[in-house]
């Protein structure tokens, strides 16, 4: 197969009125590359916004709803899962994809496919996987991301995957920026295989910077992450208010709020730390990115991944500080005795799993997409990893239960 352009096709009247005119510089979703397989237009909604739609309606994007983002399913119903994550990151995109003038949807579609290829139990068991899958290459989410739309999900009468269009798919792949040069070498690691055997197929120029919308998305990523993630540590009393003095964003704006409001108590004090850190984050952004649109005057979306850095940034300072705040997180909440202590149960359980498929002495469903009959190792350690990757926290749990006598408590 062949990409496929539809850019030659005249869009449907009904799609041109309901669109904003956007800046030259955005990727125009009448000029979309195109789809892998061709499909007819759709007579009211743009291919960004088919694009969103499909990631919506797909099954990877329900299970967002039971995997973990930092606090295990059991401690708590108002914590944050991937999905309520996703979803942040979302309208964060599309807030600095309206102040850009770049195209909102495909942005916030962006946003939503972003964690499909997580894992259950957060990074814990990326790390199960990629050890099991060392002497294939490893495991890699972003790459799994691309497995779950090009391949995984199987909902369409004409093809498997969600057949999105070429700037979805390099967005998502270049999720944090360019993988190789221009000579094809990774720039900071190996490539991962799915990435380069997609790419084969259909080149997504992984040697340059995605589209403005797509660095949108990957901003907004770190700007939601940051702040629900401090929303989350304080809620769950990991550390408390005072001990951001010394963290410089949030320390000054908790001063504001406590000069503004000093009789609040200290959930509403966070609510309103939060907002204004995360306001805070995403006008600095926006001031930042105009600026570099000013000296950069990219005539196109082509100009901008020309470009041989990003446009969506942070301005130094903001940088700087949102390190710090990064730095305070990862001492104060990602090690925290709290969030650690079901790591190791949680290793354990899909761990096992993947032992007992790959050994044989447990089946893997009896659909016939996860059959094991016939593969040679790396294609059987791949379809395993794909198993359990899409596999929700306590879908995982169910299934250990099923097949072993004991399984770890992750409370």
Excluded at 192 to 209: G, H, K, M, T, V
Excluded at 243 to 272: C, F, I, K, M, N
Excluded at 364 to 381: E, F, I, V
Aim: with cysteine.
């Amino acid at each position: 197969m062949s990409v496929t352009s539809e850019s030659h096709l005249a869009v449907d009247p009904i799609t041109r009125v309901n669109r904003p005119e956007l800046a030259i510089y955005a990727a125009h979703s009448d000029a979309t590359r195109g789809r892998l397989i061709s499909e007819p237009l759709s007579p009211t909604r743009s291919h960004f916004q088919r694009d969103r739609d499909r990631i919506i309606h797909s099954d990877a994007f329900r299970r967002l709803m039971h995997k973990t983002q930092v606090f295990v399913h059991s401690e708590g119903d108002h914590y944050r899962t991937r999905l309520t994550h996703t979803i942040e990151v979302g309208q964060i995109a599309r807030a600095l994809a309206r102040a850009l003038n770049v195209d909102q949807d495909l942005a916030e579609a962006l946003a939503l496919v972003h964690d499909f290829g997580h894992t259950p139990f957060g990074h814990a068991g990326e790390r199960v996987l990629d050890e099991a899958l060392k002497q294939f290459g490893g495991f890699d989410h972003n790459a799994q991301s691309l497995r779950v739309v090009t391949h995984l999900e199987r909902r369409y009468a004409g093809f498997d995957g969600l057949n999105l269009c070429w700037e979805t798919l390099e967005g998502l792949v270049k999720h944090n920026g360019p993988l190789t040069d221009r000579d094809g070498d990774g720039l900071e690691a190996a490539v991962p295989s799915a990435i380069l055997e997609y790419d084969r197929q259909n080149c997504l120029d992984l040697w340059s910077w995605p589209s403005l919308e797509a660095q949108c998305a990957a901003i907004a990523d770190d700007i939601a992450y940051d702040n629900h993630d401090l929303d989350d540590g304080l809620r769950a009393g990991l550390f408390d208010l005072e001990e951001l003095a010394d963290v410089p964003l949030s320390g000054q704006l908790l001063d504001e709020v406590r000069q503004l409001h000093p009789a609040l108590d200290d959930s509403r004090t966070t609510h309103e730390l939060v907002r204004r850190q995360i306001t805070a984050m995403v006008e600095d952004v926006i001031r930042e990115s105009m600026g570099r649109l000013a000296s950069a005057t990219p005539g196109s979306a082509q100009s901008v991944r020309d470009l041989d850095y990003a446009i969506v940034s942070f301005s130094p300072q903001i940088e700087e500080q949102e390190k710090n705040l990064k730095a305070f997180l990862f001492r104060k909440m990602y090690r925290h005795p709290r969030v650690m202590r079901p790591v190791e149960a949680a290793q354990s359980i899909l761990g096992d799993l993947y032992k007992v498929f790959w050994e044989g002495s447990a089946a893997m469903p009896a659909d016939p997409q996860w059959s094991l009959d016939g593969l040679n190792d790396l294609a059987r350690a791949t379809r395993i990893a794909d198993y359990l990757a899409g596999m929700t926290d306590r879908y995982a749990v169910a299934e250990h239960q099923r097949l072993f006598d004991q399984t770890p408590e992750l409370g």
